[in-house]
C-alpha cells in the first residue's frame, strides 16, 4: 500500500518506508494485533450485551510514560493478521454478540483496517468504533470518513509542557483538538438505540494525579467549544502507577478522591452527557490479557 511508503499515517509524519524499517509508530507495515475478544470494560454506551468487540493493535505513534498498554504500544508485543483474516475475527465478534467493533490504537494500520472493513460491507451489521489516543492527522481521519461510526479519542493534556514530558509530543493539544473537531463533524450529534450509542463521539480524558488544573483546562476549553448535544464525555479515574511513571515522582501515585471530584465539579458546569469511574477502577486487574501470538480458540 502507498501509505505505507513514505508513512504519513500520523502526526509524527515521520516518512519511513515501512515495507522496509520500522516507523516512529514501531511497526512495519504488516498490520499486527495482541488481542481480539470481547471486552466488557468500556464506557456503558459502548458496552451493552456481550460488551465490544475489541482488537488492540500494536505500535502506538505516542510514547505516554505510564501507558497500561506499554506491552503492546512500545514493547512490541503482538503477531501478525492480515486484512482478510481481520475480517474474518470481526464477523467472529459479531456471532459472539458484540455490540460493536473497536479498533484500538490503530492510526498507524489505517489502509489495512480499510481493507478488512471492505471485505467485510454488507456482512457486518454493528457500528465500528475508532478508540484512539486522540493524536490523529486530518489526513488519515478523511481516509476513514463512512467507516467509522463512533470514535472515541483522548484528549489527555492542555499543556504543551506535560503532553511533551510524559508523552514526548508538544504539539499534543493542538493536534487533538483539531482531530476531535473533525470526528464530530463526521459524525455529528450522538445517536442512541435505547442505552447503546449508535454513532456519535465521547471523549475521554484520564485525570492524572497532581495535575487536576490542567483536567480543568480542558473541561473548561470542551465546554466554551460545544454545546452540551454534540459530544459525550468520558472522565476517567483509572489511572494507575505503571511503565515508566516511577521516574516522574509526581505521577508515581494513584489520584486522590480530591483531584477527580475537583474535575467533575468543572465538567458539570457544562451539561454534558458523562461517564464517571469509580475508585475501584484504579487497578492493574482491569488491564487486558495481551498475546505475542495468536491464541488457540475455543
Not at 178 to 199: H, S
Not at 202 to 227: C, N, Q, T, W
Amino acid at each position: 500500500m502507498n501509505e505505507y511508503q513514505s508513512c504519513r499515517l500520523c502526526p509524527r509524519s515521520c516518512g519511513a518506508d515501512r515495507r522496509e524499517s520500522l516507523g516512529l509508530c514501531g511497526e512495519y507495515d504488516k498490520m499486527r494485533i495482541a488481542r481480539c475478544a470481547l471486552h466488557r470494560w468500556e464506557e456503558p454506551a459502548i458496552c451493552t450485551g456481550s460488551g465490544s468487540g475489541a482488537i488492540f493493535f500494536s505500535g502506538c505513534s505516542l510514547r505516554c510514560c505510564y501507558c497500561q498498554n506499554f506491552e503492546i504500544s512500545q514493547c512490541g508485543k503482538g503477531y501478525e493478521i492480515t486484512p482478510m483474516q481481520l475480517a474474518e475475527e470481526m464477523l467472529k465478534l459479531q456471532e459472539q454478540g458484540a455490540c460493536n467493533i473497536s479498533f484500538i490504537s490503530a492510526a498507524h494500520f489505517v489502509p489495512s483496517v480499510i481493507e478488512a472493513l471492505e471485505l467485510v460491507r454488507g456482512a457486518l451489521k454493528i457500528p465500528t468504533v475508532y478508540n484512539s489516543s486522540g493524536y490523529e492527522s486530518p489526513q488519515t481521519l478523511e481516509m476513514l470518513r463512512g467507516y467509522i461510526d463512533i470514535y472515541l479519542p483522548d484528549i489527555k493534556y492542555f499543556s504543551p509542557k506535560l503532553s511533551q514530558e510524559y508523552s514526548s509530543a508538544k504539539d499534543y493539544f493542538e493536534v487533538t483538538s483539531r482531530a476531535v473537531d473533525i470526528m464530530i463533524k463526521q459524525t455529528g450529534k450522538p445517536i442512541f438505540d435505547g442505552e447503546a450509542l449508535k454513532k456519535g463521539v465521547i471523549v475521554r480524558h484520564l485525570v492524572l494525579p497532581s495535575h487536576k488544573d490542567d483536567s480543568i483546562e480542558i473541561m473548561k476549553y470542551l465546554g466554551e467549544k460545544y454545546a452540551p448535544d454534540e459530544l459525550i464525555l468520558s472522565i476517567m479515574r483509572q489511572y494507575v502507577p505503571v511503565f515508566k511513571s516511577c521516574e516522574h515522582s509526581e505521577i508515581n501515585r494513584r489520584l486522590t478522591t480530591y483531584e477527580y471530584d475537583r474535575v467533575l465539579d468543572e465538567a458539570e458546569k457544562y451539561g454534558f452527557k458523562w461517564y464517571i469511574q469509580g475508585k475501584a477502577a484504579s487497578d492493574t486487574y482491569f488491564i487486558p490479557q495481551f498475546y505475542g501470538e495468536k491464541p488457540p480458540q475455543g
